[in-house]
């Protein structure tokens, strides 16, 4: 029987002192071997610095790279969530069109690398889908409410266009993979929920609802947390289409400083935090639903 909550024990310490030993002799080898000058005290002032001008604190660039790569995190993954949810179900519905086209997608996605599907957004789709949503004339719109709500929860709207590319072609990646993980989840549903929800009337949206999604999803959070986590890793490689997010603050910030080893670190912290506060929301979800369940 596995404990619920074990305790750290002696092997845990040696494995926790080994990991930090290790690093430090890196850090120790770094800076004897390459001579290099540790300047950590600059870093402060690009997470938080205070504008005198403005008489108050704001974002440096990389806690700025920083909420953008949140914002893109977010709208990717709400985003994947749908179109993953939305072709699970059709994957795993007893309509063989609606199957082959979800089949399809799929395929497709998941063979292509996902730099390329961002590069034919931005350059291809996205001179088409920009204008007919009307971010172009967000984009020029002047200051206003319309103006705040977009700039604090989604994007500049001088860099809407571009945002929008990058965004839909991570929700369109990543949502293969979440597909993939809703069809496992509502297959793994036994029939007999099936039969019974159907012996009660329900139609079959309301069997998806009420009865098999519900118990999917608690069977499913292990690997979407995963697939959430990757997520918010794949967000760096928008910075191939210059969205000014973590990574590429982090590649403006190290050529201008040429403070390689402290940028990065700061970056990989970052997002290491990140994601690790994703995982530990997660699983706290998860208990909270095996425990509701029992």
């Given at each position: 029987m596995i404990e619920k909550n074990p305790k750290l024990t002696v092997l845990d310490l040696v494995v926790f002192a080994l990991v930090g030993s290790g690093v430090a002799w890196l850090m120790v080898t770094i800076t004897l071997e390459s001579q290099y000058n540790w300047q950590w005290e600059t870093i402060p002032q690009y997470i938080l610095r205070f504008d005198d001008p403005a008489g108050r604190w704001v974002p440096g660039m990389i806690l700025t790279g920083l909420l953008i790569t949140l914002r893109l995190?977010?709208?990717?993954?709400?985003?994947?969530l749908v179109i993953g949810t939305v072709m699970g179900i059709m994957k795993g519905g007893p309509s063989r069109y609606l199957r082959m086209v979800a089949t399809a997608y799929v395929e497709t996605i998941r063979n292509v690398p996902v730099i390329v599907w961002i590069f034919i957004f931005y350059y291809f789709l996205g001179e088409i889908i920009v204008p007919f949503?009307?971010?172009?004339?967000?984009?020029?719109?002047?200051?206003?409410?319309?103006?705040?709500?977009?700039?604090t929860f989604v994007s500049d709207p001088s860099h809407l266009p571009v945002f929008f590319s990058g965004t839909a072609a991570l929700a369109l990646y990543e949502g293969a993979y979440f597909t993939e993980i809703?069809?496992?989840?509502?297959?793994?549903?036994?029939?007999?929920q099936w039969e019974a929800s159907a012996a009660h009337g329900l139609t079959r949206f309301q069997q998806l609802r009420h009865v098999i999604l519900p118990q999917a999803l608690v069977r499913?959070?292990?690997?979407?947390?995963?697939q959430?986590?990757?997520?918010?890793?794949?967000?760096?490689?928008?910075?191939?289409?210059?969205?000014?997010e973590l990574t590429f603050q982090g590649m403006e910030l190290m050529s201008a400083t040429f403070l390689t080893f402290e940028v990065?670190?700061?970056?990989?912290?970052?997002?290491?935090?990140?994601?690790?506060?994703?995982?530990?929301?997660?699983?706290?979800?998860?208990?909270?639903?095996?425990?509701?369940?029992?």
């Open positions: 995190s977010f709208w990717s993954t709400l985003g994947a949503l009307g971010l172009d004339r967000a984009a020029a719109m002047e200051d206003g409410l319309l103006r705040n709500l977009l700039t809703i069809r496992a989840g509502v297959e793994s549903v036994e029939k007999g499913v959070l292990p690997p979407m947390a995963g959430i986590i990757s997520t918010i890793k794949d967000s760096s490689i928008v910075s191939v289409i210059s969205i000014q990065w670190i700061t970056v990989l912290f970052l997002y290491f935090a990140v994601c690790f506060c994703c995982s530990m929301g997660v699983a706290g979800i998860e208990k909270r639903m095996t425990r509701q369940k029992a």
